[in-house]
């Protein structure tokens, strides 16, 4: 017998989705649901996807597989003959590892998911402040998801989309994973490695830029060369 | 060179997907989608699509897997526990058969392809007046989903939904069908059968009932059992 609403989380494996997760819970029981779309990483997201999992004493999991998003290319991080770019991009253009439509891809994934179990939310740990400028992490674009829920499920439906993360940027979103006790060691961010995190990455800068900035060491290992100027000078980090 | 724009077609094999994709190719080259959700009769849907891209000379082709759908359950369609309702339903209430959030999974594939490929258009075949009241075939269904493509896609994106048989009902489509020369024997509309259609479950009867309107005979073979009746005295449809 639950006596908590339940609400469907996308846990991608990911920093911040596990912190999604975390404040999720505080009012939710949940059920974790990933989704393999043919990226890079997805042996080792899907790793930390499930120790995360474990560690929550899931028992709602669901790994739904959308490998034809790695058939379809246009993201470098599906397609193995476009490189992941390295350093950070300041040039405001959409980077090469935006996957097309892929957040609504991902929801509708959870949707179908919680439709099927009565759950009251669905939970994505977007956000938007620090992050690449990604089109489907804008508030504007859940707002128009939520509306096309109401629209598009069953009469009775109540599912609704909880970013708890979303006017958050990386520095925040650790200081809250910490503060909720998240196992970050069971995370992972690098959109290239699938043994150590490269270091280099959009996505290891960032995640690395916040770790540095809240004065705390990040407890995954990284491929030792690329993060040692970091760990000597996290202010002269790019 | 491509001389005309291109559009998404969602095609599972059925009549009206197959209507729609012959309205859409007057104006545009196609892509031919088709996903599979792990329903019953999933092999012969993929094989009424392939003979239809074939048909048509399909050059752009995808097969998307969201077998995932199956495994979650909710629908008689991808559920084999739970039964597809013969004959007509006036209950008004959402059948069985309501697959949850399947239009808004179907158009996120062919958004995300469409994407890629620069498509102008995501077409696909759904109508509403004598449909089963699925709440993702209403036109402000769309009308949502059209917003979210605007907000959720990469800048520079104009993909449109056509929906050329929102306003038809089954004997308008057939119609139309005939009018333009579609292959109607290629298509396939039963929920539950693999070889010859069942005559008995919902579609089919909406299906035979639309052609016994036209006063044309439907050129697929349907279990003679059931269609005796029909044969006889198309009056007398339920």
């Known amino acids: 017998m639950r006596t908590r609403p339940l609400a469907v989380v996308l846990a991608s494996g990911g920093l911040d989705s596990c912190v999604a997760a975390a404040v999720a819970r505080q009012d939710y029981d949940l059920a974790w649901c990933h989704v393999n779309y043919g990226q890079r990483t997805l042996v080792r997201e899907l790793t930390a996807f499930r120790t995360q999992a474990a560690f929550y004493e899931a028992t709602l999991v669901l790994e739904a597989d959308l490998a034809f998003l790695g058939h379809i290319g246009g993201s470098s991080l599906t397609d193995s003959h476009l490189a992941v770019p390295l350093g950070s991009d300041e040039s405001h253009r959409l980077p090469s590892t935006y996957v097309p439509f892929r957040n609504s891809l991902l929801l509708a994934v959870a949707v179908a998911w919680g439709e099927v179990l009565t759950a009251k939310a669905v939970v994505i740990g977007a956000n938007f402040l620090d992050g690449p400028g990604y089109p489907d992490c804008r508030p504007e674009y859940f707002e128009a998801y939520q509306r096309l829920i109401g629209l598009g499920t069953r009469p009775g439906t109540h599912l609704e989309i909880k970013t708890p993360l979303i006017n958050l940027d990386k ?21 290239v490695n699938n043994d150590r995190a490269c270091g280099r990455c959009s996505s290891c800068l960032l995640r690395r830029r916040g770790f540095a900035a809240v004065g705390v060491a990040d407890p995954i290992a990284y491929v030792t060369d690329n993060t040692r100027p970091l760990e000597a000078s996290p202010d002269r980090v790019p």
């Not at 520095?171 to 959109?191: F, M, N, Q």
């Open 171 to 191: 520095a925040g979103i650790i200081r809250l994973g910490l503060s909720l006790h998240v196992p970050l060691e069971l995370t992972w961010s690098c959109y």
